[in-house]
């Protein structure tokens, strides 16, 4: 399957999904593979390639590992049955005794979990706010964490961090680095350029786009490093596959992720101008906004867009908020992200009290609508508040 290394442009790889031709058949299509097991020989040899059972040994599965690989510019991709299977795996390399640093206010299915996890297994936990660089590498260099890990851009407060600044130091102090890049996609931000030792995403989420598989995937920098040795291996071992109906169906989604990702970035920077500054709104968070936070830093690690997922602040409380969401006609409202059509989501009311999101934060992820539509609903809503 290396056979189209060459391949660089992600729209190319994307659309031809890793110039794939099904060898059954001719097919530009994959067929679909739905075999548990697979047939041995006279001389009990498996009949094609390595393929015994079908736990970890599908073709769509492979296939879709491939793409994503070639999009990461990674080494190799292990695809999972959702991005928490993908991250409790990762986590799941970490001893008795050992330290990790997480990214505080992140994701906060990540948060609640690994909180839990580190807990049971006794594992040293740091929650720290990465976007602050220079204090988060000082923390870095004291503490000599064993496993770093951090959400670029974060959700919901949009934080962007330095992953090539935090890779060099944690590097230096002997630690590998994680980058949960669900909200950048591997079109808008390529974390293994800038130093990562791992990428995570919830392929849930714009990668397939379609609102319609949940998958998780992490690529690594180093296919023969411990780690992923370990990954692979518990992946196997633990069985947190992916489905070959979902690899198949993923395969599909990602053929248009290089197209859905510029309509999406075009769409929400011209949602976040039209909030930035309306009478209605506190505060835009989104990275293509030139007053929020990390900016200049997303321009320079995001060079093809400022992503499809934003938070503002409606002025009020929660009643406003609410009232807002309620009065948008067309966008649902929906937990999730990353899909062609936009979702709106008040976020306090899943996080609760724990987390310290605003009752007044709105978080948008932007589809790929007509944009004058988009802002036509916005707007109404807004002013029925
Ligand atoms: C959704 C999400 C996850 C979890 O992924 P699932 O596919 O829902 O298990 C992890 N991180 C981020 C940033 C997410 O948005």
Redesign the pocket.
Known sequence: MSKNKELKNPATIAARAGGHVDAGSGGVVPALQQSTTFVRDENYEPLIGSNVYGRDQNDQVRLAEHVLTQLEGAQDSLLFA????A?STLFGSLKRGQKLIIQSG??W??TAWVREFCNHREIILIEADSSETDVFTDLLKSEKPDLIFI?VPS?PWILTSDIEAISNIAKSAGALLAV?A??ATPVLMQPISLGADIV?H????AINGHSDV???VLSCADASSDLWLFLKRERHGAGAILSPHSAWMLLRGMRTLPLRMKRMCANAMAIAQFLDGHEKIEAVWYPGIDHHQGHALATDQMPKGYGYLMSFLIKGSREEALNFCKHLEGIHRAT??GGVESLVEHRHTIEGEMTGCPENLIRLSVGIEDVADLIGEIDLALSRI
Do not use: C, Q, V
Request: aromatic share 4%.
């Open positions: 959702s991005g928490m299977a991250l992140i994701y299915g990540t959400e959700n949960d669900t909200a995570m919830s392929a849930t989420k949940i998958a998780g999730s992200l």
